[in-house]
């Protein structure tokens, strides 16, 4: 199994623009994951899915951000427009009951 | 609601002793599982070792180990042996049937030669 795979692994923008981050879980996994790692926050959940399902979104910071499952092998989280205070590592993470495997995280720099 | 707390945002070892990080949660489900994850400098979360709430039987996978106490909600992990490649960021968290899975902010490790 090839593992997460997402893409692009570094992305540098500027402000005002979209942004597009991509995911692909580990077949067979249930729930999918989208954080966000910064030094000040920590490694923050944005929202996760279950059978392709938004199940919680409370962690999406504001409408800016959007998240979509269209079938059980891909997402993306879309940030649109973008802002500098947006620059972070953005995982993604899949799993069935007893663990998730993350992917690589894209970092992404808004300038 | 899920919550994490690892009062230890860093600590030290020197090579060949053993740590123990520590991690308190609170979780409203009854069924649940409890991991550590280790992230190094290139950034990749590793999951380390995991527990089922339900075996009493603390959870060892090589030098690490971890001694859970589930009437108190921890969760700490004992790393033996340190080695220079156990040096990270530490995350605790745990996960129950809505397979909701939210981090503590971690605890870094530094192992001294």
């Known amino acids: 199994d090839a593992g997460v795979i997402q893409s692009p692994r570094h992305e540098v923008t500027e402000m005002g623009q979209e942004v597009t981050l991509r995911c692909k879980p580990i077949?067979?996994?249930?729930?999918l994951f989208w954080y966000r790692q910064t030094m000040m926050r920590g490694l923050e959940l944005l929202i996760y899915?279950?059978?392709?399902?938004?199940?919680?979104d409370s962690g999406m910071p504001e409408d800016r951000f959007s998240a979509k499952m269209p079938n059980a092998s891909f997402s993306t989280l879309k940030i649109q427009p973008s802002e500098p205070r947006d620059s972070a590592v953005y995982f993604c993470?899949?799993?069935?009951?007893?663990?998730?495997?993350f992917g690589q995280g894209t970092r992404l720099t808004v300038v | 609601a899920q919550t994490v707390t690892q009062s230890q945002p860093e600590m030290s070892v020197q090579e060949a002793e053993t740590v123990t990080l520590s991690c308190t949660y609170d979780?409203?489900?009854?069924?649940?599982?409890l991991f550590w994850y280790k992230q190094p400098p290139s950034r990749q979360m590793i999951l380390v070792i995991r527990?089922?709430?339900?075996?009493?039987q603390n959870a060892t996978e090589n030098r690490f180990s971890v001694n859970f106490q589930k009437a108190a909600k921890s969760f700490s992990l004992k790393i033996s042996d340190s080695q220079l490649g156990d040096a990270a960021m530490y995350f605790c968290?745990?996960?129950?049937?809505?397979?909701?899975?939210?981090f503590g902010k971690g605890t870094k490790l530094t192992v001294n030669p």
């Open positions: 979780t409203s489900e009854s069924d649940y599982y």
């Open positions: 968290a745990p996960q129950g049937g809505s397979e909701k899975l939210v």
């Open positions: 993470a899949s799993s069935r009951k007893g663990g998730a495997f």
């Open positions: 527990q089922e709430a339900y075996k009493q």
């Open positions: 899915f279950n059978n392709n399902v938004p199940i919680d």
């Open positions: 077949s067979g996994h249930n729930s």
